[in-house]
């Protein structure tokens, strides 16, 4: 596998961009993420803010980015830590300020110590305050006192900011749009998450807890360059493939169930995201075959509705009216299908959507409406195509026929949209039964 990654110069240009949205007089502030405590001394893995990293593809906690368009001095300036060589010998490089002027391509860098000196300063005689709030409070209120200090000063001549805008309205349609370079990083979290998932197969046994499957899949995420699950990984064998975001993994994989494993790597900040249903003993019986095949034909008809034109629920639409056909088949469900759908009766087995957009984060940013209207599928964007069919055993679900009870059903796929239609990259992982079933075979 090829390594590839992002040049300085296109996170120069999505600053740009950005920057050529912006009203003219405003000034755009994007916080990094700062380190989470786990407990006592011990902090979380730290993970850099999303928007954060697609504009400067700069990994390290305690920064701020702030773009001031037309600024004389330089229009993107970045806050950092400065170089500590204890703090260096115990956590790592530091890049520190001069460092990053030319390793980030910004104008300007700062230490961050300095925020409070230089970023009012900044801010003053700017009409506009681009920012996403309510994600760092800490820093809502640091921005919203340098302003109410600088409107304490208008009688001297000071001229506040008058207007907050959100920032993410702008941003987040530009990362909706992959780039050739996001896509090639996708298509490698892609490749990686599939050959997780491929391995699954071939190691799930009998009495395996579920904890030990998740040990081969975060094995292959991390011996092929990624550092981590993008998400907490679902591996639930029997009823827990009815929780939908099942992650305790502590169960035993037990003989004539399934397991649902959904699970991706974060490669460079991208995210894999792929599920895939699996006979525990190998074989799928008679009813976990014909409700499997259902879900199957759902995401093979959803995906087929992957194409520039098609508007982002179309692919869900496809998925339910073919599970809702084939639950009335077997008898799960009662009654005519338009008037299932109608009445959403279906969400007792189908309870969730079967697409999301995918990038830098899982769940990944876009709005998927526009004036209130679904919004057409575009080259460039990538999402999920997800159904699924869940049946535990609850009071709800008594009348259901008992071979299909305990079951729950999903199949994931990344899809790109393309300009001639769209390209799979997670095509790579066999869905088909018999394909599933030969593969676990292998020793």
Not at 93 to 107: Q, S
Not at 223 to 252: K, M
Not at 382 to 407: C, D, N, S
Request: aromatic letters at 8%; proline letters at 5%; one cysteine or more.
């Amino acid at each position: 596998m090829s390594v590839v990654s992002i040049s300085s110069s296109e996170y120069a240009r999505r600053r740009r961009r950005l920057m050529n949205e912006m009203e003219p007089g405003s000034i755009a502030v994007i916080p990094a993420a700062t380190l989470q405590r786990r407990n006592r001394d011990i902090f979380y893995p730290f993970r850099q803010d999303s928007d954060f990293y697609y504009l400067t593809g700069f990994s390290e906690p305690d920064a701020l980015l702030v773009l001031v368009p037309l600024r004389e001095q330089g229009e993107a300036i970045l806050f950092c830590r400065e170089k500590d060589p204890k703090l260096e010998q115990r956590d790592g490089v530091i890049l520190g300020p001069e460092a990053a002027v030319t390793t980030i391509g910004v104008d300007d860098a700062f230490p961050v110590a300095d925020e409070d000196e230089i970023l009012p300063g900044l801010l003053e005689s700017r009409h506009r305050i681009y920012m996403t709030m309510g994600e760092y409070p800490s820093f809502d209120a640091r921005i919203l006192s340098y302003v109410a200090h600088i409107r304490g000063r208008e009688s001297g001549g000071a001229q506040p900011p008058g207007e907050f805008v959100s920032l993410k309205h702008l941003l987040h349609e530009h990362r909706l749009f992959k780039s050739p370079m996001e896509i090639a990083l996708m298509r490698q979290a892609a490749e990686i998450s599939a050959n997780a998932h491929l391995r699954a197969m071939r190691k799930v046994r009998l009495g395996m807890l579920e904890s030990q499957l998740e040990a081969e899949l975060v094995y292959e995420f991390m011996r092929s360059g990624a550092v981590a699950a993008a998400y907490p990984s679902i591996v639930g064998g029997g009823e827990n493939a009815c929780v939908l975001h099942y992650t305790d993994n502590n169960c035993t994989l037990n003989s004539g169930e399934l397991v649902l494993i959904d699970a991706g790597c974060e490669y460079q900040h991208y995210a894999g995201d792929i599920t895939r249903t699996l006979p525990i003993n190998g074989s799928y019986s008679p009813a976990q075959k014909a409700l499997y095949n259902i879900v199957l034909a759902a995401n093979k008809a959803a995906i087929e509705l992957c194409r520039p034109g098609q508007h982002f629920n179309a692919p869900h639409e496809a998925a339910v009216t073919v599970m809702v056909e084939g639950l009335i088949k077997l008898g799960i469900l009662q009654g005519v299908r338009d008037e299932i759908i109608a009445n959403a009766d279906y969400l007792a087995f189908c309870p969730h959507k079967s697409s999301h957009w995918l990038g830098i984060d899982v769940h990944d940013v876009g709005d998927y409406r526009l004036h209130d209207e679904w919004r057409p599928l575009q080259p460039g964007m990538v999402l999920t195509i997800e159904p699924g069919i869940y049946i535990p055993r609850t009071a709800q679900t008594a009348k259901v026929p008992e071979q299909y009870r305990g079951m729950g059903i999903r199949i994931e796929d990344d899809v790109l949209i393309t300009e001639a239609g769209y390209d799979v990259l997670s095509s790579s992982v066999a869905k088909e039964t018999a394909a599933i079933e030969k593969l676990m075979q292998v020793q």
